[in-house]
């Protein structure tokens, strides 16, 4: 059984920044791939980034060049960091631990990007 406990949501004006956390328990952290995805209401949740448990990264188009997914194993911690933020990534975060073994999903966190 693996917990993720994301934070670090909330409102922010357009171009702001926003840095999301997720902890994780677990004592082989450094061995999973992490993600984070995001949904709104009335679509199927999208990839936003994923990060390997060598350090490898991708991105969904729409955040490349504006977001960026890293990792302290030390922490169990997976960050994302958001910058230049857009009113269309208003969605709940969720984050997500993927291979070795099954996924598990933390509860979401909101953030909301309006003037």
């Known amino acids: 059984q693996v917990q993720l406990v994301e934070s670090g949501g909330g409102l922010v004006q357009p171009g702001g920044s926003l840095r999301l956390s997720c902890a994780a328990s677990?004592?082989?952290?450094?061995?999973?791939?992490m993600a984070w995805y995001r949904q709104v209401p009335g679509k199927q949740r999208e990839l936003v980034a994923r990060?390997?448990?060598?350090?490898?990264?991708n991105y969904a188009d729409s955040v490349k060049g504006r977001f960026t997914i890293s990792r302290d194993n030390a922490k169990n911690t997976v960050y994302l960091q958001m910058s230049a933020l857009k009113p269309e990534d208003t969605a709940v975060y969720y984050c997500?631990?993927?291979?070795?073994?099954?996924?598990?999903w933390g509860q979401g966190t909101q953030v909301t990007v309006s003037s």
């Open positions: 997500n631990k993927g291979a070795p073994g099954p996924d598990y």
């Open positions: 677990g004592s082989i952290f450094s061995a999973y791939v």
């Open positions: 990060i390997t448990s060598g350090g490898s990264t």
